[in-house]
């Protein structure tokens, strides 16, 4: 009786001392695993005189409960402190201010592009695009310009071999949408181009929509009518038009086309010259010989084409003076839009 006393007070004096789950664990062991102090009182029971066996076996007992309920009870204060710890190494000041990721926008260039793609949609055009890398064939002679024709001098040229060159504009989109599709065709085409060419008005690499209709009874008027109303919708509804006749090799007739100047409204200024209009595209109607390179019977079809620049309408929309300025990717500039 006295061995199971003295083993109540080492297993009470332990346990005071124990301060982790870890511990309480090895504690637990030392005296109820299977070679445990109390196991083996247990198992010494046999070798006990039978009188004391009884009184023995029920101090045991009682020990062996005792040391079990000590262990669960200090186990869940154990647990309910680490857990406590836990929570206070890991927890956060919700007061301290946030840290705030930088939100991107969508740049002047391509605001524009899609105010003029989703005007056009709302004509029932197409979208279409064509690669930048482009065959001098698509680029230029399919396009009525053959090589050593002085018309390819408008356009200075990145060749990158003999028949492959940057293309200089989105018209080369015409002739690969004619190739593959059959008229009616209401298509616009915007993209990149690359021309050798650098100063406030000019960057090597710009944005242009190339557009145009073809079907079996497209006339001028047509083309007059679509680009009016994609001008009062893109800037102002009352914006004088004016169609002055021009050339171009892959359309007959052609025109440039202005616009009333926004700035001075027609009185003359700085950014129209004085003469009280701005240029805002170039069009016509497809040439036959167009056509006939596309496999298109010109008596049958007719058709209108027209292009423009990105830059040029968005540097009028935003009264930028300098082109140049899209594509330095300055933020204080990139953020006003
Ligand atoms: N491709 C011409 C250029 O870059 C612009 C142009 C003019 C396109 C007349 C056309 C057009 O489709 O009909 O200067």
Redesign the pocket.
């Known amino acids: 009786m006295e061995d199971i006393l003295s083993l109540r007070h080492s297993f009470q004096e332990e346990a005071e001392s124990a301060a982790s789950l870890l511990e309480l664990q090895h504690l637990k062991i030392k005296y109820l695993g299977k070679k445990g102090l109390v196991t083996a009182r247990l198992k010494a029971l046999s070798s006990v005189p039978p009188e004391l066996r009884p009184s023995f076996g029920k101090a045991v007992n009682e020990i062996k409960i005792f040391i079990e309920e000590e262990i669960d009870r200090m186990e869940a204060l154990l647990k309910q402190e680490e857990h406590k710890k836990r929570a206070l190494s890991e927890s956060v000041d919700i007061t301290l201010p946030g840290k705030s990721v930088p939100f991107g926008r969508e740049h002047p260039i391509n605001i524009t592009l899609s105010v003029i793609t989703g005007i056009f949609a709302s004509m029932g055009f197409e979208v279409e695009e064509g690669p930048e890398v482009e065959l001098d064939y698509y680029n230029f002679e399919a396009l009525n310009m053959p090589k050593y024709h002085p018309a390819r001098d408008?356009?200075d040229t990145f060749y990158v071999s003999d028949d492959v060159v940057l293309r200089?504009?989105?018209?080369p989109v015409?002739i690969r949408v004619m190739e593959k599709r059959k008229p009616p065709l209401k298509i616009i085409a915007p993209g990149k181009v690359y021309r050798c060419d650098a100063d406030i008005c000019h960057t090597p690499m710009f944005h242009?929509v190339?557009g145009?209709m073809v079907d079996a009874d497209i006339s001028f008027s047509d083309l007059k009518g679509v680009l009016e109303l994609f001008i009062h919708s893109m800037f102002d509804k009352e914006t004088p038009v004016r169609f002055r006749p021009s050339f171009?090799p892959?359309?007959e007739p052609?025109a440039e086309v202005d616009i009333g100047c926004i700035f001075c409204s027609g009185r003359g200024c700085r950014v129209c010259k004085d003469t009280g209009w701005l240029e805002i595209l170039?069009?016509?109607m497809i040439h036959p010989r167009v056509f006939e390179f596309v496999g298109y019977d010109p008596e049958i079809y007719s058709g209108f084409?027209?292009?423009m620049g990105i830059e040029r309408i968005t540097m009028l929309k935003y009264s930028i003076d300098d082109i140049r300025i899209f594509f330095e990717n300055d933020l204080r500039f990139l953020r006003q839009f």
């Open positions: 408008m356009q200089t504009h989105t018209s015409q242009q190339e145009f171009f892959f359309t052609s170039g069009a016509g084409a027209f292009g």
